[in-house]
């Protein structure tokens, strides 16, 4: 039967975190070109699922002392967990998105282990499967570890043994030196520059009033809410729109008395007083309803070949363009927006693919990107700077040890500094590459991979750029009252890709052929002009 096991502080406070409009729980999605053997995919499961990781056939159970265990389900039966379902019209992606959303918004039973699999018996000219788990159990770096166990590099076996894998947040480091060993080991030194960067900012101005929805918005993210009300001002009189237009893209005129100070200041300046997060159309409480989509897939060289040419790199390109397609979104809406910011997740640990525990380590981070600017040179440039000076900085450090001090003190502490800093941004960005080769599920070749982080308190969407044998697409989650017609967010990545193209002269992008005016499975419902990016520049 096994042993029980105690739950970590963190993983154990994401069980009492389950909100009924916002699940924590993590939920990926995986395509086939051909018909799945489900009975060959049964063994797989069994084998490299359950029996590696216990957790699969554990239930959380609490003790008097409030504490959270693993404890094994003595009557565990993997058809509680799987359940085989056919789609009423297979050829149709908007079938299989639907499918998930309303998933999605489905609680897992706390009376079995916390996972569910939804198999799909056929998808285009293949099969597809839904594969759900509770943050409790692992973080989304590790579910993506035990998704990566599922595959072979072969049509007859092998499992694959593909390189660790990181997220957008964690930057490469000086050889030797893991990231948990430098949140641990700098983290009084971030302190120490904190406070020397709080003694240079002064007081911030107190310039905010409650009027109507921006009231409580103005409580929790004092800066988002001063960005705010100069957006607003700027868009409605163009006197005044001069004087709080400055030279850094998503900012203004309060938001940049901050940025000019680099490093931990900016850090300081986000955890103390707020993000460069304005109230829009999607600001609110969060509903039951969700909504999943993802874009076609562009190619990944593409990117590299134009991080290159404007000295960046490819997870600058990847943020430049999620926030290209937030600026068409808000723009076709009518909804004036200087500045949003997401939660981006760092891996504090290498990932191990054969590890005898999953679980939850890693840190958050802010990153704030531009929704007001066009042109796409001038919003990479931007993302750059801020990605560096996250990379560069203490961020991760003091985020982590913010969260591990709050955590130990006070579960509802805990809880309530967490609703606060997720409802200072808009939601979770995740970078998290796949294998870089084909690949194989119970013999079938994997067609595309995409998955979601789950979001808190009143966030209204997950963002996901998943990459797969040499492509990448997007993936969003949202909440369908704050983020009507989503699928234009997905169809913008694309656009914000092709105009960040056009404007790099120096790249020569090779044919693709992912086209635009298809609706085959895997592509997002997108309605583009069919041109493709072989065009010489």
């Known amino acids: 039967m096994g042993e029980r ?48 990781y216990p957790v699969f056939r554990s239930r959380a159970v609490r003790d008097d002392d409030g504490s959270w265990w693993w404890e094994p389900d003595p009557e565990f039966n993997f058809d509680n967990h799987v359940s085989l379902v056919s789609l009423q019209n297979p050829d149709d992606p908007g079938a299989l998105q639907d499918l998930v959303a309303a998933r999605r918004a489905e609680m897992l039973n706390r009376d079995h282990p916390l996972w569910q699999s939804i198999w799909i018996k056929r998808y285009g000219e293949g099969s597809a499967m839904i594969l759900r788990s509770h943050h409790a159990i692992a973080d989304g770096m590790r579910m993506m570890q035990v998704v990566m166990s599922l595959f072979d590099v072969a049509d007859d076996g092998g499992p694959v043994m593909a390189p660790a894998v990181v997220q957008a947040g964690a930057y490469p480091l000086p050889p030797g030196q893991s990231l948990s060993r430098r949140v641990r080991s700098s983290a009084s030194q971030a302190a120490r520059s904190a406070g020397g960067a709080i003694s240079r900012l002064g007081e911030a101005p107190r310039l905010f009033e409650r009027v109507g929805r921006l009231g409580r918005f103005v409580l929790r993210n004092p800066v988002g809410a001063g960005a705010t009300l100069m957006t607003t001002a700027k868009a409605n009189a163009a006197d005044v729109a001069g004087t709080v237009r400055v030279a850094v893209p998503g900012g203004g005129t309060l938001v940049d008395v901050f940025s000019a100070v680099p490093g931990d200041a900016d850090t300081v300046r986000k955890l103390l007083l707020g993000t460069r997060n304005d109230a829009t159309m999607w600001t609110g409480t969060a509903g039951g309803e969700k909504a999943v989509a993802w874009s076609e897939a562009l190619p990944v060289a593409a990117m590299k070949a134009l991080g290159r040419a404007n000295h960046s790199t ?94 130990g003190f006070s579960r509802g502490l805990y809880e309530a500094s967490v609703d606060m800093f997720a409802n200072r941004t808009l939601g979770t960005l995740t970078n998290v590459p796949g294998p870089a080769m084909p690949v194989y599920l119970a013999g079938s070749l994997v067609e595309g991979i995409v998955g979601w982080a789950p979001i808190s308190g009143n966030q209204p969407m997950s963002v996901t750029l998943s990459s797969y044998n040499g492509k990448v697409m997007l993936g969003i989650a949202c909440d369908t009252a704050l983020v009507p017609e989503h699928e234009m967010i ?28 298809g609706k085959g499975p895997g592509r997002g419902p997108g309605k583009g002009s069919g041109k493709g990016l072989g065009r010489k520049r």
């Open 490 to 517: 997905v169809e913008g990545f694309v656009d914000a890709f092709e105009r960040l193209a056009d404007a790099t002269p120096s790249v020569v992008l090779m044919p693709v052929s992912w086209g635009r005016g």
């Open 314 to 407: 490819v997870n600058d390109v990847l943020v430049a363009c999620v926030a290209g397609a937030l600026h068409d979104y808000l723009r076709a809406h009518e909804a004036p927006c200087s500045s949003v910011t997401f939660m981006v997740p760092v891996n504090l640990t290498p990932v191990d693919l054969t590890p005898d525990t999953l679980g939850n380590d890693f840190a958050l981070v802010q990153l704030e990107l531009p929704t007001d600017e066009a042109d796409p040179i001038k919003v990479l440039a931007a993302a750059k700077r801020r990605m560096d000076r996250i990379k560069h900085g203490h961020e991760a450090a003091l985020a982590f040890r913010f969260q591990e001090t709050i955590a």
């Open 5 to 52: 096991r105690r739950l970590g502080i963190q993983d154990a406070l994401w069980l009492e975190m389950d909100r009924p409009n916002n699940l924590m729980v993590v939920d990926s999605v995986i395509w086939t070109a051909e018909p799945l053997d489900f009975g060959a995919l049964r063994e797989v499961v069994e084998e490299r699922l359950l029996d590696r």
